[in-house]
Each structure stands twice: as structure tokens, then as C-alpha cells.
């Protein structure tokens, strides 16, 4: 993790119930395939700063199928195909900005330009999805979302889904702009999510907030 993010959650990694995450989080490794691997479990806080974060997509659940989690919201490792909510977010980044779909679905080139990809939960039983929700990641997201309000410039909080939606309680809607939608699940994509224009979305609030565009073409 980036060494201002550790200094910024000390007081979190102090707290019983962090601890008790990661004796759950312990446990359930030596029980069962866990989903990402150790050292990809903090990827969103290891590839984006906090100085540079000017964007928050929020996701739900790491995927939980083999090899294909790696610790950013949505993405998935190299050579891996490409999940149902991953193809619906590279078909509205087509009809949004003319970017054809890439042949890998790792998005990692968003996060180191300040794009925060950020799952609720942290960690997955594998197979198992929601196997790891209510043990204490949400608590420690939730102080990073907190910290990310608290910067002193805008910043663009992308919200797709119900569940993301509720986080819009821990947000300073005056000062950071928000940007919702269903989510890119094949279930509930066209309730909303196509057709809506985030990417250029984004794009506009930042120069609104004068600070730079993101390069959303992914190589």
C-alpha cells in the first residue's frame, strides 16, 4: 500500500474489528481458495495515490472465478476472458467514446492515472460470491470513501447499482460530483447503464473541477 494511504488508515488497522478481519481473512485461506491472492488484496490503494486520486469507481464483490480478481473493481487479470459486467463497460466506453473493446479486460493503466477502483469487500470464498461481505471489509472501505471526501478538491464519484448507490451517504454531494447509474450487470444493464455516458461524464467534471482528463483507452 502507498505509504500516505497506510498513514491515513493507521488508525483503522489498529481497531478490533480490522484485526479480526484478517484473522477471518487467515482462516479462510487455509480452508479454501480465496480470492485475490495476498499481495493483490490492496491493489486500489498500491496503484493509486491519494494525491492523485480524482476518481472513485466503487465496486461490490473481487471476482471469484480462477485467476481472474487481482484487486481493482471490474478488472481482471491479463489472458483472462472477459466477465459479463466487464463486456457491458467496454461496450458503453465504444458507444461513449469510439474506443474499441480491448483484447484484455486489465484495467489497471485507469487506476495509476487517479482512478480509485475500489471493491467494498476485499476479499471472496471462491465460487462463492457475497462469501465475504459482513466481516468487516465494508467498515474499512467505508474510511477510505470517508477519507477520499475529505480532500480538499473535487472528485468524481462513480456510483453504478443499487449497492453503490447507498454510499452516497458518506459523500459531500456540494463539493464532490457524483455520477449514477444501474449497474453493468447483464441483469440490470439496460435499466440505465447503456447509453449513459459516463466516461465523457467524467471526463466533463474533471475539466469543470480544473483538473485533468483520464486516457480511458486501454492498451
Not at 487455509?30 to 491472492?37: E, G, H, K
Not at 447503464?193 to 485533468?212: C, E, H, V
Request: net charge positive; glycine share 6%.
Amino acid at each position: 500500500m502507498q505509504t500516505e494511504w497506510s498513514s491515513l488508515l493507521q488508525s483503522e488497522f489498529e481497531k478490533p474489528y480490522f484485526k479480526k478481519l484478517q484473522e477471518f481473512v487467515t482462516q479462510e485461506r487455509r480452508q479454501f481458495s480465496v480470492y485475490p491472492s495476498p499481495e493483490n488484496v490492496m491493489a486500489a490503494l498500491e496503484l493509486t495515490t491519494y494525491a492523485d486520486t480524482r476518481v472513485v469507481i466503487l465496486g461490490q464483490d473481487p471476482y471469484h472465478g480462477v485467476n481472474q480478481a487481482h484487486g481493482l473493481c471490474f478488472s481482471v487479470q491479463r489472458d483472462v476472458v472477459h466477465p459479463p459486467s466487464l463486456k457491458n463497460i467496454f461496450k458503453e466506453l465504444q458507444s461513449d467514446l469510439k474506443i474499441k473493446p480491448p483484447i484484455h479486460g486489465n484495467l489497471e493503466q485507469w487506476a495509476r492515472q487517479g482512478v480509485l477502483m475500489l471493491n467494498t469487500t476485499l476479499t471472496v470464498r471462491a465460487g462463492e460470491a457475497g462469501s465475504h461481505q459482513g466481516f468487516g471489509w465494508e467498515t474499512f472501505t467505508d474510511a477510505v470513501i470517508r477519507i477520499v471526501n475529505n480532500k480538499s478538491h473535487p472528485v468524481v464519484f462513480v456510483l453504478w447499482g443499487a449497492f453503490a448507490r447507498k454510499k452516497k451517504l458518506l459523500i459531500d454531494t456540494t463539493k464532490h460530483h457524483i455520477i449514477e447509474s444501474a449497474h453493468p450487470s447483464p441483469l440490470s444493464a439496460h435499466n440505465g447503464f447503456t447509453g449513459s455516458r459516463p466516461f465523457t461524464k467524467i471526463n466533463d467534471a474533471l475539466t469543470r473541477a480544473n483538473l485533468s482528463t483520464i486516457d480511458w483507452l486501454v492498451s
